[in-house]
């Protein structure tokens, strides 16, 4: 299992990853900022930028591939310097797992390093959102100490938020 950022040669891999969530129903990847919305290329640039904080909206970002047996199994994306509202609407961390390799632990592993990046960033506090009926990242968020401390809405559902003290 390796944890690591996209490169040129993972197109066909996150292709592969996409069309997965599309034959399942899913129409949205989560945690991939954007890819599915621009070329391959302009996706990679962008992530790029993301990092040096030429994001205005979302601040400094960074974007990772969990990859097992040379597939994709998971995306993670880590949002350090979120403005304040914004962390209070979508959370600090964001990610998501191809539907076939769900309930093997993949989300749990990848916010436990999410975790110890922003520990590494000397962030003190994490917060993480998700809506009320998504019972697997709420167990998620649990099996990495997050502490319930609000529930919202957001986009109409009810959502609830998570504190990680790090
Ligand atoms: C949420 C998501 C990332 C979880 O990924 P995952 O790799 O299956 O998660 P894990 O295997 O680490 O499981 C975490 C916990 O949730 C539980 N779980 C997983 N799927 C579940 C489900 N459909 N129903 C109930 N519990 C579930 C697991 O059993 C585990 O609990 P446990 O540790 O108490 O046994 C995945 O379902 C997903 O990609 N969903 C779509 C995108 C999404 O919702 N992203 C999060 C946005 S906030």
């Known amino acids: 299992m390796?944890?690591?950022?996209p490169k040129e040669e993972d197109q066909a891999r996150l292709m592969d990853y996409m069309m997965e969530?599309?034959?399942n129903g899913?129409?949205?990847i989560s945690?991939?900022?954007?890819?599915?919305t621009m070329?391959?290329?302009?996706?990679?640039?962008k992530l790029n930028d993301d990092e040096s904080g030429k994001n205005e909206d979302?601040?400094?970002?960074?974007t990772y591939l969990l990859l097992n047996d040379n597939r994709v199994v998971g995306i993670l994306n880590i949002r350090y310097t979120l403005s304040e509202d914004k962390v209070e609407k979508f959370g600090h961390i964001g990610y998501g797992v191809r539907p076939s390799e769900r309930r093997k632990g993949y989300a749990t592993y990848m916010l436990k390093e999410?975790?110890?990046?922003?520990?590494?960033?000397n962030m003190t506090e994490v917060i993480l959102g998700c809506y009320e009926d998504n019972i697997a990242s709420q167990k998620t968020i649990l099996n990495n100490e997050g502490v319930l401390y609000k529930k919202s809405k957001l986009k109409n559902k009810n959502s609830l938020y998570y504190r990680v003290t790090l």
Request: with cysteine; charged share 35%; hydrophobic share 35%.
């Open 114 to 121: 999410a975790l110890k990046k922003c520990r590494e960033k």
């Open 21 to 23: 969530h599309y034959a």
């Open 39 to 45: 070329p391959y290329k302009e996706w990679l640039e």
């Open 58 to 62: 979302w601040g400094i970002s960074e």
């Open 26 to 28: 899913e129409m949205s």
């Open 2 to 5: 390796l944890l690591r950022k």
């Open 31 to 36: 945690a991939s900022n954007g890819m599915p």
